[in-house]
């Protein structure tokens, strides 16, 4: 990887960064770092670069010209425009994450300001990406751009010694790093844990990854909010998985978005349909979660009654549907019942897409259902050749959109989509799962008949 700084002070920065193991990893030719003199593109003939700002005001802004000439020149020599990156308190503060994204570029430009900054006008010309070292003010951009290039190096590959290295310090996977030892094994009446001299590297990994979650959570608990959300949101819902398999299939299908874990409570959004999911122990958690969705347009689908209350009247919301939530527990799927009449059951295609709206338009559209076709996630039951009925499964993961056509009824047409719909779940790995309607007897006794388990109590959509 080569890093280019464009700089008043190339002796500060080649120095700086010469030594301990970017310096190895210059000389090892894993990096290289190329300081580019500023002063050497101006046509000044003292090398001035500066002068006063225009509208007033205290100290010096550097001109655009030696700027955008130092980078143009580099580009010559590259062949291509590397990103460039302007050290500057307006701008994003680094982190671990974007030291990542920053270390798959072949090519950075890192370009220091001094004095009250750069002319703006070579900013917006170079097309320069801001970023930050923290809210605070130093003399020029070189110690930040320092700072960025030694925490960019270690993830270049040969850079450290041990390639592991990078991945088990401070800040990786938002987690910091665990207590270290070292000889003597007793120091001051002080002794190393009895587990890192037991030769069980499987325990002492264990050891490891539970200091760096206590650490985290007491010193950084702002990173420890961020530190593994789908395992911890899992570990949360499967300690009541009936009430929350909605929840659960969300995040295992990988299509959930989740948004905050608590010790009291977690909050998903779906990427697919964009609904919110929370569940809380407390009024006050769901309070404090829903404080994290944006209302606009939303629908959130709740998993207490008194997150209910509260989502009705924080958002002005009147319009809810409760549902019980349904779950087939076992793992092998259900035999085929035998319906009255040959019946065919097959998955549909588009040209049944107008057919099924007309019968299912109350709940969803026409460009839905064509979606849900597209999908493969949608079947019909035909009989004769003609179209008797139709199952499906919603872009959330749930089944549901499950209708017998009027003169097809009371045929055993409705169980046997029910049963192929959870053979075609298991079969992809999935826990079938439902939210029906407490008001729809006809669908909870096709639930009941069908083995599906009732989760207790309900669940609420809110729209």
């Not at 010096?60 to 580099?74: F, G, K, R, S, T």
């Not at 001094?114 to 003399?139: K, P």
């Not at 989760?455 to 729209?463: E, I, L, N, Y």
């Amino acid at each position: 990887m080569n890093f280019h700084i464009l700089t008043l002070f190339p002796d500060m920065v080649e120095n700086g960064l010469k030594t301990s193991i970017t310096g190895r990893a210059i000389e090892s030719g894993a990096i290289s770092v190329e300081a580019v003199d500023i002063r050497d593109y101006t046509t000044d003939k003292h090398r001035h670069v500066d002068d006063a700002p225009y509208g007033g005001g205290a100290g010096m802004v550097i001109q655009p010209a030696p700027v955008c000439d130092a980078y143009e020149a580099l580009c010559k020599k590259l062949g291509k425009r590397p990103r460039v990156i302007y050290m500057t308190p307006q701008g994003r503060v680094f982190n671990q994450s974007i030291a990542q994204e920053l270390a798959k570029e072949e090519d950075l430009v890192f370009l220091c300001g001094h004095y009250e900054g750069i002319d703006e006008r070579a900013l917006e010309l170079i097309h320069a990406e801001y970023l930050s070292a923290g809210d605070f003010v130093l003399t020029g951009g070189e110690l930040p751009s320092m700072v960025m290039i030694d925490c960019i190096s270690r993830l270049v590959p040969g850079v450290l010694g041990n390639g592991d290295s990078a991945e088990i310090e401070s800040f990786y996977d938002n987690l910091l790093e665990y207590p270290q030892y070292t000889r003597p094994e007793i120091w001051e009446g002080k002794k190393v844990p009895d587990i890192l001299l037991s030769g069980d590297h499987a325990r002492i990994d264990k050891w490891r990854l539970e200091k760096s979650k206590e650490r985290t959570k007491i010193l950084r608990p702002d990173l420890y909010e961020k530190y593994d959300l789908p395992g911890r949101a899992l570990e949360y819902l499967l300690k009541d998985k009936m009430l929350h398999m909605d929840m659960i299939e969300d995040i295992r299908r990988g299509k959930a978005d989740i948004l905050a874990v608590r010790e009291d409570g977690v909050l998903t959004k779906d990427r697919s349909g964009g609904v919110y999911r929370i569940t809380a122990k407390t009024k006050d958690a769901g309070e404090r979660l829903l404080s994290s969705t944006d209302p606009t347009g939303a629908v959130y689908v709740c998993h207490q009654k008194f997150v209910l209350t509260s989502i009705l009247e924080r958002f002005g919301l009147k319009n809810f549907n409760e549902c019980y939530q349904v779950i087939y527990p076992k793992k092998k799927a259900p035999d085929l019942p035998e319906p009255d009449g040959a019946v065919e059951i097959r998955e549909l295609d588009e040209t049944y897409a107008a057919n099924v709206e007309a019968h299912y338009h109350l709940y969803h559209d026409e460009a839905y259902i064509r979606e849900r076709i597209a999908s493969r996630q949608m079947i019909g039951a035909f009989l004769d050749g003609e179209l008797a009925g139709f199952a499906g499964v919603h872009n959330d993961g749930g089944m549901g959109m499950l209708e017998v056509l009027e003169p097809f009824r009371k045929r055993g047409i409705g169980s046997l989509l029910e049963a192929e719909m959870i053979r075609r779940e298991l079969a992809a790995g999935h826990v079938p799962y439902a939210h029906v309607f407490v008001e729809n007897e006809i669908s909870v006794a096709l639930q009941k008949k069908s083995g599906m388990r009732f989760a207790p109590g309900s669940v609420f959509w809110v729209s």
